[in-house]
């Protein structure tokens, strides 16, 4: 089993940054792709970044790019979103997600439904 739990979300003003964490723990953690999505009220769940665990490809939401920047500590099994310029419309409940077994190979990363594991979420709120 693998617990995925964020942290780093809070209240920041348009404009501002916050960088989101997500600790990975559990059974010699090992992932295939980490992806972060968020849900704000009354939306559907959307894909915001994902990144192959070696590190060596990273994919971006369009709303998001050149903005947000995904990246990954190995020996703390930890990902991290670094959130840059922030609007208002970024405000939304912010999830991880881990795919352990490789479907994003198939699926991609942008697939929420392949990713076998999800943390709790973490709330972040950008005012105007």
């Known amino acids: 089993q693998v617990q995925l739990a964020e942290s780093g979300g809070g209240l920041v003003q348009a404009g501002g940054s916050l960088r989101l964490s997500c600790a990975a723990s559990?059974?010699?953690?090992?992932?295939?792709?980490m992806g972060w999505f968020r849900q704000a009220p009354g939306k559907e769940r959307e894909f915001v970044a994902a990144?192959?665990?070696?590190?060596?490809?990273?994919y971006y939401a369009d709303s998001v790019k050149g903005r947000f920047t995904i990246s990954r500590d190995k020996a703390k099994n930890t990902v991290y979103l670094q959130m840059n310029s922030l609007k208002p419309e970024d405000t939304a409940v912010y999830y991880c997600?881990?795919?352990?077994?490789?479907?994003?190979?198939?699926?991609?990363?942008?697939?929420?439904?392949?990713?076998?594991?999800w943390g709790q979420g973490t709330q972040v709120t950008v005012s105007s």
């Open positions: 990144i192959r665990w070696s590190g060596d490809i990273t």
């Open positions: 997600a881990a795919d352990p077994g490789g479907r994003t190979l198939v699926a991609g990363l942008t697939d929420g439904d392949v990713y076998a594991y």
């Open positions: 559990g059974r010699t953690f090992s992932s295939y792709a």
